[in-house]
């Protein structure tokens, strides 16, 4: 591997296994308010973020500003004819914490359809990349490409009150969410579509709108995309991408440059890309198993090889819920709704019927249910959206209401910089020996 590389393999080798034996005699042990396990393993369950915008409760689920899902898609207003919440609706509930009559959300819808211009800058930029650039990297590269718009970079070199960082915080907020639609599909037809490109109908809403752009027509499909943007919105605060558009927001970095820090951590394999592999594991189970239709005998052996593998089911587990997804319910009554004899649906219901049972045999995991990305693929390729390493940015877009809606609130309550404290293992070691205090 060469003489740097192979010295740092040795050390790291050592140091995992110095750290194993510390947490196996000490990780429940007390440093400052937490443990010593919750330090070394991801701050889980440590307590250090307000954000207004949702609640995740391992047992109920999300609450957007207090309301479930099912109850957000009875009172939040919809499209005409329509029967999913207007994503404009959520938008408003998470920045003004209360519910949006019809004319709210038309209002809201036009004030977007007005910002919604792109620079043509923009898509030079996007245009230089490669073909085979992955689309989260196009898109993330896009919104950056954006941020020579950005208000708040442009009255903060002006020397703007600190008091007043909401304001050109927020008009970045609104362009921001304004565009993305129009850049997200700017890509899918660039990279998918042959470069053919369809102009924006100002007469749609947000979330319709880019169904258009995409080429989708279909009313059903619109009604995904509503579903879809409504229920990825946000996901309380300290998941990935809403933490890092928090934390870069935190330095006063403007809503642009935060908002792709985020999307960049979205795109983990951990976190929004885990839809990407959902929809790849299903594709390669279809093609080792040779049938569209798999029985669920044929998927239970299929997950049971996956496992032995070494190799996690995608889609099942969160870090949080102790139940299954709501998001993953309301996508499977969508799915009954409209396609109820889909192969691909139906084979997700299967799986979702043998996952379960296999994953609390092991008696290890704590959650066994599927979360939202275990439904979402299928849909998508019902109406013909098979390129799945697009799904993450359709995320990303309904990702943007949540955090950024967070980022308005963390500027107007003048939330200061995020700066916790870090250790050495080496200081944990005197700090057993009692050679050392390190919270202070």
């Not at 599909?185 to 995409?214: C, F, S, T, V």
């Not at 890092?244 to 809503?255: E, I, N």
């Amino acid at each position: 591997m060469g003489v740097i590389k192979d010295s740092f393999k040795a050390k790291a080798d050592a140091a995992n296994a110095e750290i194993k034996e510390i947490l196996k005699e000490h990780s429940t042990k007390k440093i400052g308010e937490v443990t010593l396990g919750q330090v070394y393993q991801g701050m889980r369950g440590i307590t250090g973020l307000v954000s207004e915008t949702s609640l995740l409760d391992a047992q109920e689920g999300i609450r957007f500003r207090g309301y479930s899902i099912p109850e957000l898609q009875q009172k939040l207003p919809k499209a005409e004819g329509g029967s999913e919440p207007l994503p404009e609706g959520i938008f408003y509930l998470m920045l003004l914490g209360e519910l949006p009559t019809a004319e709210d959300v038309s209002h809201l819808t036009s004030v977007w359809q007005r910002r919604s211009h792109v620079p043509t800058h923009v898509f030079a930029t996007i245009d230089k990349l490669p073909l085979n650039t992955h689309p989260m990297t196009m898109f993330v590269i896009g919104v950056m490409a954006l941020q020579t718009e950005s208000n708040f970079a442009r009255e903060y070199a002006k020397g703007i009150n600190k008091k007043d960082y909401w304001n050109p915080m927020y008009d970045d907020v609104m362009d921001l969410i304004a565009r993305l639609p129009r850049i997200a599909a700017y890509i899918y037809r660039r990279k998918y579509r042959n470069n053919e490109h369809i102009q924006p109908n100002g007469l749609l809403d947000w979330a319709g709108n880019l169904a258009h752009m995409m080429g989708y027509e279909q009313e059903s499909f619109k009604e995904l995309m509503r579903l879809y943007m409504t229920i990825h919105a946000d996901h309380e605060g300290g998941n990935v991408s809403a933490h890092t558009t928090h934390l870069v927001g935190s330095a006063l970095s403007d809503p642009y440059l935060s908002y792709a820090a985020g999307m960049n951590g979205l795109a983990g394999p951990l976190h929004g890309l885990a839809n990407q592999e959902v929809i790849k594991w299903i594709f390669e189970m279809q093609e080792k198993l040779q049938t569209e239709n798999p029985t669920k005998e044929q998927i239970e052996q299929y997950v049971k090889d996956t496992l032995t593998s070494g190799k996690v089911v995608p889609g099942y587990g969160h870090a949080v819920l102790r139940k299954t997804d709501p998001r993953y319910t309301a996508q499977m009554e969508f799915g009954k709704k409209h396609m109820a004899d889909d192969k691909l649906v139906n084979t997700v219901w299967k799986i979702y019927e043998v996952v379960p049972p296999i994953l609390q045999s092991l008696g290890k995991i704590k959650n066994p249910w599927p979360n939202v990305d275990a439904h979402s693929g299928a849909l998508l390729v019902h109406y013909g959206l098979v390129e799945y390493e697009f799904y993450t940015v359709l995320f990303a877009v309904s990702r943007a209401l949540g955090v950024l809606a967070n980022l308005c609130w963390d500027r107007a309550l003048g939330f200061p910089l995020e700066r916790p404290k870090s250790i050495t293992t080496e200081s944990v070691k005197l700090w057993l020996e009692g050679k050392a205090e390190i919270w202070e």
